[in-house]
């Protein structure tokens, strides 16, 4: 397994949660890297994204100021914080592994992400 995922769970609104995501290639210190999620019945849609060395980070609107993005390279983990959650935040959190070169800028688009964990699953109670 390349990208694990954990820290999903059960949490009520307007409570937090951390995810982590953990990757076993080295190479991937050197990838922008993302969070996307998935809720039931919808497409699977873009949360964040982080450069490879940090500097830059992106985020969906809608979650803008209740989420972050970081990353770790020497511990190989990028993480998420969620804080201030909604029940439309819930869904499978898809950790993932932008396919295109350091220099590149961050992007949204899932088709740029050539590896992907096995997803967690957040749950936001109302």
């Known amino acids: 397994v390349q990208l694990q995922a954990s820290g999903g769970g059960l949490v009520q609104a307007g409570g937090s949660l951390g995810l982590s995501c953990e990757w076993s290639d080295p190479l991937f210190s050197y990838h922008h890297m993302g969070w996307f999620r998935q809720a039931p019945g919808k497409e699977r849609e873009f949360v964040a994204a982080i450069a490879w060395n940090g500097q830059n980070k992106s985020y969906v609107d809608s979650v803008k100021g209740r989420f972050t993005i970081s990353r770790d390279n020497v511990k190989k983990l990028v993480y998420l914080r969620m804080s201030s959650l909604k029940p439309e935040d819930t869904g499978v959190y898809y950790c993932?592994?932008?396919?295109?070169?350091?220099?590149?800028?961050?992007?949204?688009?899932?088709?740029?992400?050539?590896?992907w964990g096995q997803g967690t699953q957040v749950t936001v109670s109302s």
């Open positions: 993932a592994v932008d396919g295109r070169k350091a220099h590149d800028t961050l992007s949204a688009d899932r088709n740029q992400y050539i590896h």
